[in-house]
């Protein structure tokens, strides 16, 4: 019997949209560019855009006409389409282990470029969960999700969930790293108790992307960002900017990585 060591993610899990805000610390109008390559064509996407000004956060629009580039090991080339505003793909182009990529962007004038490796994908050995009455609401219940993996004992890891109710996404940024718990079996839970609600028959999908150390840091980065902003009025007025892997003072991130996803039905 596998023993594993289990790692608490206190949870706030919230539906929301699948779009990451960014309130960037900036007066001036900035190229954000937010790019995901891996093994499943669905979760591919290049998505560009520029903020406004510093007295309209939030607000983006999105970039046309760009050309956009991805290159594998420094030798096969694949030019991205744009299929919407803003949005570029290519549907011949997936990310395979242990290979690196190098996105080029060309906009007015100006190169911006990142540098992404795929890692070698952890796998879900299982799900498991609990689902009881809140102690003090006997009429909603919680939800306690357990995903159980073998962390690789011969490198770094890092990991990045995304988490699913009825094909709704859930917000959260949920994040490993194998600092302390090299080459173990990990038990990593997520506990809530907020007003989300969860019953018999909800289908529950669990996403393990695999990243690699610049994108694990982008989305810590995020993660503190959007905790700092969300303080209240004795919080930070300008959090610091997600630390990006793009060069040419470009926000957003580019992350290659390997997708795993498994799913449960609460019972």
Request: hydrophobic letters at 35%; a negative charge; aromatic letters at 14%.
């Amino acid at each position: 019997m596998k023993k594993y060591i289990s790692i608490l993610m206190a949870a706030l899990l919230i539906s929301c949209e699948e779009v990451i805000e960014l309130d960037l610390n900036s007066s001036d109008p900035q190229v954000v560019i937010e790019a995901n390559l891996t093994n499943d064509i669905s979760k591919n996407f290049v998505k560009i855009t520029e903020s406004t000004d510093f007295y309209n956060p939030g607000n983006y629009i999105n970039i046309s006409n760009a050309e956009v580039k991805i290159v594998v090991n420094n030798t096969e080339e694949y030019i991205l389409n744009e299929i919407s505003p803003g949005n570029y793909f290519n549907e011949n182009l997936l990310a395979v282990p242990e290979n690196e990529y190098r996105i080029v962007v060309d906009y007015s004038g100006k190169n911006y470029a990142a540098v992404s490796q795929v890692p070698k994908p952890i796998l879900i050995d299982s799900l498991s969960y609990k689902l009881e009455t809140r102690p003090f609401n006997k009429d909603k219940k919680y939800l306690e999700l357990h995903v159980h993996f073998k962390d690789n004992p011969d490198r770094k890891d890092f990991i990045r969930f995304v988490i699913y109710k009825n094909s709704e996404k859930l917000d959260g940024i949920f994040l490993y790293d194998d600092r302390l718990t090299n080459g173990n079996n990990i038990d990593f839970f997520f506990f809530n108790f907020n007003d989300e609600e969860f019953n018999s028959g909800d289908k529950i999908l669990v996403e393990l992307n695999t990243i690699d150390q610049k994108s694990h840091t982008y989305f810590k980065t995020l993660r503190n960002a959007r905790a700092n902003s969300r303080s209240g009025p004795f919080g930070s007025a300008a959090p610091a900017n997600p630390e990006t892997n793009w060069n040419n003072n470009a926000f957003g991130y580019f992350s290659a990585f390997a997708y795993y996803s498994k799913e449960i039905i609460l019972q």
